[in-house]
């Protein structure tokens, strides 16, 4: 009995040495994600340089962001119910938005545009949101989409026929998606075939954000068929040009004020001159511009659970059940507790990809990890807030369903969390 157990005991032994050795216990794993990893800091005591927290903010960004909350509060918070109600944007907040200089934030002064950091989009999009997410995601797609395109991929003709139009007064609006290629983009069927020094397009798209009032369209359309996803081209389309057709806007469940609409291309003569970038280079561009897009989007739905927070938690104090205010109660106060925590998470992983991106670090991981992670914040932020104010947070009087109808694209648009989630694993993948 006693020799069986030795043997038993010497070939676990000899099973445990021939374990791989990334399963060997209290070992160090060799691999560490790639934003954990450190990095040589400046000489503190020479260079003058502080390692701030990620919530510090330069003297313009500060100034940025106190100016947009008053403006959020004085131009845009009196129309809000009225712009959800109607599914239109009031013409006076587009034309402050442009007024401000809200709408080229970091664009260059000799364009126009303010040339405030990337940064300081994030914290506009994000005190914007706090009021109407709508009027925020109006802001965030002209500045990281339409702004972004024109300058990275752009001529220098384009550039200045294009960025003084958009820091001025013309909205630009983004043609991806198709009724067959959602997150599937690139089998989009829009073509562009090319007669001479013209392309003529043909094709519809579908789900394009702002379209309504967009005066130059994006617009994705393949080039060779032959070559799949390697011959779409993007073109610069304007408005007025004959055949292109703005269709009637969503009925939809949320950021309603911010139109979302069918376009269509009939025999469209787009001249040789409006390719942007290089043909066939599209889906380079759709991607890289997505990517910057969703820590725009993070912002946007920080600042939606935020604002809807920022409503709740002062009815949780003034509301008095059983000689106590609401707040008090231990129970509701593990709950609050917890929504903040996770608002602060969220906004710690939305400012780091921003930074990330701003001094041109690898960010498309972390980009990701901010939108899902922001948009299941909202989710949850404004679904506790409604409980938390009990019925009347189940009626049109208060702003709480609005934000908890508004949040639900978060999870949809600029790719799908389960978009976020296969982007993040891709990344984990190449590190390990």
Not at 356 to 367: H, V, W
């Amino acid at each position: 009995m006693a020799a069986a157990a030795g043997g038993w005991l010497r070939r676990c032994g000899k099973l445990k040495r021939n374990l791989p050795v990334y399963l060997a216990p209290w070992r160090s794993s060799p691999c560490v994600f790639r934003s954990s990893k450190s990095e040589l800091k400046p000489n503190l005591a020479s260079d003058g340089v502080v390692c701030a927290p990620l919530q510090t903010f330069t003297e313009e960004e500060t100034m940025l962001k106190n100016m947009v909350a008053k403006f959020a509060q004085e131009r845009v918070a009196p129309f809000v119910q009225k712009m959800d109600e109607d599914s239109k944007m009031e013409d006076s907040i587009i034309q402050g938005l442009f007024e401000q200089g809200l709408m080229s934030i970091d664009l260059g002064e000799e364009y126009g545009g303010t040339g405030a950091s990337f940064f300081s989009i994030i914290l506009v999009v994000e005190e914007l949101a706090k009021v109407d997410p709508a009027v925020a995601l109006l802001c965030e797609l002209q500045n990281t989409l339409t702004n972004k395109l024109f300058v990275t991929y752009g001529t220098e003709e384009q550039k200045r026929t294009y960025l003084p139009r958009v820091a001025k007064d013309t909205i630009g609006s983004f043609c991806l998606s198709e009724a067959g290629s959602g997150s599937d983009a690139f089998s989009l069927k829009t073509r562009a075939e090319k007669k001479g020094d013209y392309y003529i397009i043909n094709g519809s798209k579908m789900w394009i954000s702002l379209a309504e009032h967009a005066g130059v369209f994006f617009v994705m359309a393949n080039t060779d068929p032959s070559l799949g996803y390697r011959g779409i081209t993007c073109f610069i389309v304007d408005r007025n040009t004959e055949g292109l057709h703005v269709g009637k806007k969503e009925d939809k469940l949320g950021i309603r004020a911010s139109s979302t609409c069918p376009v269509t291309f009939e025999n469209v003569k787009v001249p040789e001159t409006n390719i942007l970038g290089q043909v066939g280079q599209g889906y380079k561009y759709a991607i890289g511009m997505l990517n910057t897009g969703r820590i725009g989007i993070a912002a946007q739905m920080l600042g939606l659970a935020q604002g809807c927070f920022d409503h709740t938690i002062p009815y949780t104090k003034e509301r008095v059940q059983f000689g106590k205010s609401v707040f008090d109660f231990q129970g509701m106060q593990h709950q609050i507790a917890q929504v903040a925590t996770q608002l602060e998470a969220a906004r710690l992983l939305t400012y780091n990809a921003a930074r990330l991106a701003e001094t041109g670090r690898p960010f498309i991981k972390e980009a990701s990890m901010a939108k899902y992670y922001a948009a299941e914040v909202a989710t949850l932020t404004t679904s506790k807030c409604i409980e938390w104010m009990g019925g009347v947070g189940f009626t049109k009087n208060y702003p709480i369903e609005k934000y908890y109808r508004d949040c639900k694209i978060g999870t949809i648009y600029e790719g799908t969390s389960n978009i976020q989630l296969s982007t993040i694993a891709k990344s984990l993948a190449q590190e390990y």
